[in-house]
């Protein structure tokens, strides 16, 4: 062990006549150990909040999807499936058709969104049919006749209707029809099948699901929202396999993705891990002062001891490493420690899902903690950077110190 190391440890562990510093120092780790696990908490919160609406937005939509310039049929949109499927990377594709409705019932009435699916194909894309808490989503591939269509309502929208496996619904298209009276709006009835949880409220809360040819016939004669809905096996490779499908059908298709139809969620949610990040950052840099302040009062201590090192032989460099060690191992103790927690309370956090949260606002429940390891290694190394930038100071206030001057009184 080099012997400036040797003295730095020394100083540190030694008791002290003056108890103050003693107590500096252990303020000094405290405060990095503190600062380290804040910014790891906040970063895993932000991280976590990110993942899990990703991960449930895409549960519930596609990664890709392809329309038709001029409109398209169910029908007409059969071969663009099976083409879709033979491009490489993708997982999956299936025929879709949107439209707005009002549902309502003798208990209430709720806008929402309708999707007409085609069970067998939606498996492929979207995690909706495996989402059902009540009922069964295998009427939806069954002939219809002339009962009405089934259909699946989002679990937050069939409790704002007050309705439940077996009830009717009345929906109203706004996609109406001439008579000799003027335009009427479409009336229809569907019978509830079953209830589904995606995990967002956006989507529990005014989502509904139909056979697809029902949903055509409902809301979309001309053909004007069909199209193919795609899941790619790399999530994030998205714009190259936009470019690979639209390569495969022509420039009559045009694409939108997952990341364009989030990126002001996205945006924001970056904006706020960073502003969070730099803000309780500031903790680590409070704490880098204490780092100062204790070396300082540690000079002026130990200005005997110095002047006697460097009247044994001892240099300026060598005086200097000693503070700068003491320094590094106050930051190494903190940051450890503060690592340590702030791992620990991101693991407790997140298993026990202590953190609740809004869910109209947020879209989930409870804010799940997910610390990347890139993220957590660049949290440790800035802190270290930060406490070994203070000691420098201190350290070069400790090798110009004159020997003749601190030995003249004592």
Known sequence: MPWELRIALRYLTARRKQAFISLISAVAVLGVAVGVMAVLIALGLMTGLQSEIRARILGATAHVSVFRAQGASLEDLAPVLEAVRRVPGVAGAARSVYGKALLSTPSGAAAATLKGI??????????????????????????????????????????????????????TSPRGRLSPVGLLPRVSRARVVG?????????????????????????????????????????????????????????????????????ALYSALWIEKVAVGIAIGLIVA??????????????????????????????????????????????????????????????????????????????????????????ASLVLAVALVICFLATLYPSRGAARLDPAEALRYD
């Open 195 to 263: 209830t589904v949880k995606t995990g967002l409220y956006e989507f529990d809360a005014a989502w509904g699901y139909l056979p697809a040819e029902a949903a055509r016939r409902l809301l979309d004669e001309e053909g004007r929202t069909a199209h193919v809905e795609v899941r790619l096996h790399d999530m994030f490779a998205v714009k190259q396999g936009a470019r690979d499908i639209l390569e495969q059908l022509g420039s009559e298709y045009v694409t939108t993705d997952w990341v364009e139809m989030n990126q």
């Open 118 to 171: 085609v069970p067998a194909e939606e498996r492929t894309v979207t995690e909706v049919v495996s989402k059902l808490v009540a009922g069964s989503a295998a009427a939806l591939g069954e002939p219809g006749g002339d009962a009405p269509p089934p259909i699946l309502l989002g679990t937050a929208l069939a409790d704002s209707l007050n309705v439940g496996v077996g009830d009717v619904v009345t929906i």
């Open 286 to 375: 409070v704490a880098a002062l204490n780092i100062v302040a204790t070396l300082v009062l540690m000079v002026m201590e130990k200005h005997k001891d110095i002047a006697i090192l460097v009247s044994m032989g001892a240099s300026r460099s060598s005086i200097m490493r000693v503070f700068m060690l003491q320094g590094t191992v106050i930051g190494l103790v903190g940051t450890a420690t503060g690592g340590v927690l702030g791992v620990g309370a991101c693991l407790v956090l997140d298993r026990f899902r202590l953190v609740r949260v809004p869910e109209t606002v947020y879209q989930i429940a409870w804010v799940p903690f997910r610390l990347q390891a890139g993220e």
